[in-house]
Each structure stands twice: as structure tokens, then as C-alpha cells.
């Protein structure tokens, strides 16, 4: 099943790969901009409650769909480039096991509980 997700993932990815080549933007402005999305992170710095909500916020795709409606809507080639970026980095995220938050835990999110790194002693 994680194979499938991540297989879902990655065209989706894709798919914001597309969108962005439709605009006008020069591409390094998408390799730029992919990890910007994790500003989010910062919450973390005041508590797990609002971290995980200023988290989910800028990795839920249900806001990088609107964000970039609302830019097809008004005709704002800003806001169409936010959502692409939005979208494209949530599945990059998910791509990694990085999931949405709850606010119990960093490492505890929709996807399960992140797992920890394999280190040799």
C-alpha cells in the first residue's frame, strides 16, 4: 500500500510540474520556491498544537487547490503559482512519509508514525 501511495504521489507531483510549465514563470522560480512551504515548521517553535496547525495549513492540498482556483478565477498568475507550489510541495512531502500533523507529536501524522533514521554505530 505505501508503494501505492507514494506511486500517487509522485504524479501528482508531477501534475504540478505540468501546471507550472503552463505558466510563464522561468523554471527556477519553481526549484526556488518548491521547500518554501515549510515556513509552516515554524509553529513548532511556540508548541506541538500550533505547529501542527500552521503545518497542516501550508501542506494541505485542499488550500493549494483553492489557492490555485482562486489564481485561475482573478487571473493572478502569483496566486496560480502559489497553489502549483503548495500542491507540488505537499506531495513531494508525502513522496518522503512526511504527512499531516497531529498535535501530539511531530512524527505523528496521517500517514502513521514517521520512522526513525537507520544509523550505524
Known amino acids: 500500500m505505501k508503494n501505492l501511495i507514494k506511486l500517487e ?18 523554471w527556477w522560480w519553481y526549484l526556488a520556491l518548491i521547500l ?10 511556540l508548541n506541538t498544537k500550533i505547529g501542527a496547525a500552521t503545518y ?21 498568475e502569483w496566486l ?3 497553489g502549483i507550489i503548495l500542491f507540488g510541495h505537499s506531495s513531494l512531502d508525502r513522496l518522503f512519509g512526511y504527512g499531516l500533523k497531529f498535535s501530539d507529536h511531530f512524527k505523528h501524522t496521517h ?10 554505530k
Open 9 to 26: 504521489e509522485l504524479a501528482m507531483l508531477g501534475l504540478s510540474i505540468f501546471l507550472f510549465s503552463e505558466t510563464d514563470f522561468a
Open 56 to 76: 497542516n495549513f501550508f501542506h494541505h492540498k485542499a488550500v493549494a487547490i483553492s489557492v490555485l482556483c482562486l489564481g485561475w478565477f482573478f487571473s493572478q
Open 80 to 82: 496560480e503559482l502559489a
Open 36 to 45: 518554501t512551504p515549510d515556513i509552516g515548521i515554524l509553529g513548532y517553535a
Open 111 to 120: 500517514l502513521g508514525w514517521m520512522e526513525e533514521p537507520i544509523t550505524s
